[in-house]
């Protein structure tokens, strides 16, 4: 070292000290720091076993301490490489880096991008590797010097003993401890745990802006459903590594619960907030891509809320749950903004305010008869006599806006109270046949929906009962229309739900067949009466395309000995032309659109 071996023996005897004393290592780290003209000098230590490396000394020539407290957590590669050594990493476990040499550094130095030359040394106690220092120099062309490597070297080890010798290793904290701070699955930070860490960063980055991201994926539930719950645990754990690798800005980060992440990148005045938000929607973009590869069927989604924090005083908890808010918010209204990355804005609190308002408005519409149903006439192709009909659910709120089920039923399935909304529907469909019976009308039979969330409880078929003993409808008369969606379910009791329904005499359809879920095997595994040719198919001017598949589809139904009904058939030119396919039955608004009950009644009376 420059000022020769006189600062290791002053240095030496400071740390030799039978108490501990953090004002001893950082003075050490002034004097190696300033005697060496470095930038700056980090330790970094072992905090769990879960690959996360805290920093808890600092120092640098402008006094600003950027990292201290903060931790760093490494994919497994990199881990592991670490452990086993670099190329160029010697004996002595000292590996260098520097700018001109073209080696990529893998340390996670995300202290700001001026760092040149890296001088990096792995502390290890009783063969366990147990942290880092790392000698820092701003400046391009460092060389340094055998001496000045030696000296460091000494200093480390003087350091590594010190440390050892006071601080409790993790594998010595009670691992009830670990795993309270530590997510079991994906070996990240708890919530709070995290939050704790955000604080401190707060603290520490005073001038900086922090970004809050919150991220979760649409469909998540899929890969559980459809692969089981270790594949969606892999999932995540994937996740967890490659979150750090998303940009080099992220500070820390945490899986909140589920699939919910929650991340704080630091930006600057060089990287920008706006720098931020567009890498992310990039990212977001190029990770859909990439896990759509491995689960090509759960239509996956990246979803990313920001919350920028500009003040000191703001609070964690609020700027998380704006960050939470600005997610779900990206994830409810994507396909009309078509981002995957929002920022937070207080008009989606209102926005989210009426959601909750339309869940909670909900029974008391029931109650209060706002929900009625429209019936959209089934006819013969050819002839286009009146077969059956759709019931479909309208809204008219407050009974002053009329509501489609597009503006509601999303927001019921995800809170679940569509259930409730179904069960309306079915009551008023059986009354309706019942009574248009008993009077010696003439009636045909009612197809109604049943949305997927019926699957997530077993009570569809002890409901149904009581219907049949409350209006002894005849179960002919009612057909069961069930999404396709229930293809790309795990879900197991929907062939036994299906065949219960067949079992009393009803008829089942699968809806919306080739709307996006479509599996071929949707046949082997579910024995329906029928299918539903889904509206986007049926496209106002069909191309040849579009007619290849239409009629794929109508001939494997009717090979399937399936009863197969078009849907959204607008113009004479779609008919003419499923009739030349051989599709028996349509539906649409060529020949009716859904119209009120006594429209219908009418209709049925001529
Ligand atoms: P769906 O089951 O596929 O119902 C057919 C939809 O196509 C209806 O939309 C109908 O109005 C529309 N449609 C029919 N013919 C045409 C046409 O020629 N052109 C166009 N552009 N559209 C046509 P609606 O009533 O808006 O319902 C939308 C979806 O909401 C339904 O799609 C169904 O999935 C769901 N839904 C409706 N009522 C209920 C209900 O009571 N329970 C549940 N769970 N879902 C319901
Ligand atoms: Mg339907």
Redesign the pocket.
């Known amino acids: 070292m420059n000022s020769g071996y006189s600062l290791i023996d002053e240095i030496t005897k400071k740390l030799d000290g039978a108490t501990y004393d953090n004002d001893k290592i950082e003075s050490s780290l002034a004097a190696v720091g300033e005697s060496l003209r470095l930038s700056y000098i980090a330790v970094k230590e072992v905090v769990s076993e879960y690959r996360v490396l805290c920093c808890t000394y600092e120092w640098s020539s402008d006094g600003k301490n950027e990292l201290l407290n903060t931790e760093a957590r490494f994919t497994e590669d990199v881990w592991d490489q670490w452990l086993n050594g670099y190329e160029n990493q010697n004996v002595n476990r000292v590996w260098e880096w520097d700018i001109g040499n073209g080696v990529p550094c893998p340390l996670k130095l995300i202290r700001h991008d001026k760092v040149a030359s890296v001088l990096h040394m792995q502390m290890y106690k009783n063969e366990c590797f147990v942290g880092c220092v790392d000698f820092v120099d701003d400046k391009p062309g460092r060389v340094w010097t055998d001496e000045e490597r030696q000296g460091l070297l000494t200093f480390r080890d003087l350091l590594c003993d010190y440390i050892t010798r006071f601080h409790k290793k993790i594998n010595e904290i009670p691992s009830d401890i670990i795993s309270s701070a530590y997510d079991h699955t994906t070996k990240l930070p708890r919530y709070e745990y995290f939050c704790m860490q955000v604080e401190d960063s707060f603290k520490e980055l005073e001038r900086a802006q922090l970004v809050i991201l919150s991220l979760d994926f649409t469909n998540f539930k899929f890969i559980n459903e459809k692969y089981g719950h270790e594949e969606g645990d892999i999932f995540l754990k994937n996740v967890a590594k490659d979150i750090y690798g998303f940009t080099k800005y992220v500070i820390c980060c945490c899986r909140s619960h589920s699939d919910n992440f929650l991340l704080v990148c630091k930006c600057d005045k060089t990287y920008t907030k706006a720098h931020l938000l567009n890498r992310i929607e990039e990212i977001s973009r190029n990770y859909v891509k990439k896990l759509s590869e491995k689960y090509f069927d759960c239509n996956l989604c990246v979803n990313v809320g920001v919350h920028v924090i500009r003040s000191n005083m703001e609070n964690i908890e609020h700027a998380i749950s704006n960050a939470n808010l600005a997610r779900k918010y990206a994830k409810q209204r994507k396909h009309e903004y078509g981002h995957s990355c929002l920022t937070y804005d207080p008009a989606m609190a209102f926005e989210l305010k009426r959601r909750a308002e339309y869940i909670s408005d909900m029974k008391k519409g029931i109650e209060s008869g706002e929900f009625f149903?429209?019936y959209?006439p089934i006819v013969c192709t050819d002839n286009m006599e009146i077969i059956g009909a759709?019931?479909?659910?309208?809204w008219k709120k407050d009974n002053f806006n009329r509501l489609?089920?597009?503006d509601f039923?999303p927001i019921f399935?995800r809170d679940g109270c569509?259930v409730k909304?179904?069960y309306y529907?079915y009551d008023q469909v059986f009354r309706f046949v019942t009574e248009r019976l008993e009077s010696g009308k003439n009636i045909v039979p009612v197809s109604?929906?049943?949305?997927i969330v019926h699957f997530y409880d077993n009570k569809l078929i002890p409901y149904i009962d009581e219907l049949l003993e409350k209006y002894k409808v005849k179960p002919e008369l009612i057909y069961f229309?069930i999404?396709e969606r229930i293809a790309v379910t795990k879900l197991e009791n929907v062939a036994k739900v299906m065949h219960e329904l067949q079992e009393r005499g009803f008829r089942v359809y699968i809806?919306?067949f080739g709307s996006g879920y479509s599996a071929l095997n949707t046949f082997t595994k579910f024995h329906p009466n029928g299918i539903?040719i889904?509206?986007s198919l049926?496209k106002t001017d069909l191309d040849k395309n579009d007619k290849i598949i239409i009629k794929c589809v109508v001939n494997m139904g009717n090979k399937l000995n399936l009863e197969v009904v078009a849907?959204?058939?607008?113009n004479e030119e779609q008919r003419q032309f499923l009739i030349k396919s051989s599709c028996e039955y349509m539906?649409?608004?060529?020949f009716a659109?859904?119209m009120q009950q006594d429209g219908f009644e009418k209709l049925l009376d001529m």
């Open positions: 149903l429209e959209q759709e019931a479909l659910i309208r489609m089920p597009d039923i399935e569509i909304m179904d529907v109604v929906n049943v949305s229309e999404d809806d919306n539903k889904g509206r049926m849907e959204g058939v607008e539906q649409g608004n060529l659109r859904p």
